[in-house]
């Protein structure tokens, strides 16, 4: 059963930046960051493998980015120049062996955090 503990987040005035982590336990190979609003499905923003592998949506290019600590089990999004529409619940999400990517379908991770709010106004 895998343990994910997610931190960040809040409010800030567009153009500013946040930084959401997520920590899991035990050690899974993916790791990724979603985002969901009401208007809108989950959707993916980021994810980095043990082999620090980085893969972004398009929207995240360049604004965001996305580390991780392997001996911690940790990564870190920082979201810089943020706008309106980067407002959701984002989501922390994790998954084994196969490829990484924030573009692999919901049913594709194995475990989900219960979610950071980031307001963007």
């Known amino acids: 059963h895998v343990q994910l503990v997610e931190s960040g987040g809040g409010s800030v005035q567009a153009g500013g930046s946040l930084s959401l982590s997520c920590a899991a336990s035990?050690?899974?190979?993916?790791m990724a960051w979603f985002r969901q609003t009401p208007e809108k499905e989950r959707e993916g923003v980021a994810a980095?493998?043990?082999?620090?592998?980085?893969d972004y949506a398009d929207f995240a290019k360049g604004r965001f980015t996305i580390s991780r600590d392997n001996g911690k089990n940790m990564i870190v999004l920082q979201m810089n120049n943020l706008k309106p529409e980067d407002t959701g619940m984002y989501v922390c999400?994790?998954?084994?062996?196969?490829?990484?990517?924030?573009?692999?379908?919901?049913?594709?991770?194995?475990?989900w955090g219960q979610g950071t709010q980031v307001t963007v106004s």
């Open positions: 980095i493998d043990s082999f620090l592998d980085a």
């Open positions: 035990p050690y899974r190979n993916c």
């Open positions: 999400a994790v998954r084994g062996a196969g490829r990484c990517s924030a573009q692999r379908q919901r049913s594709d991770w194995e475990a």
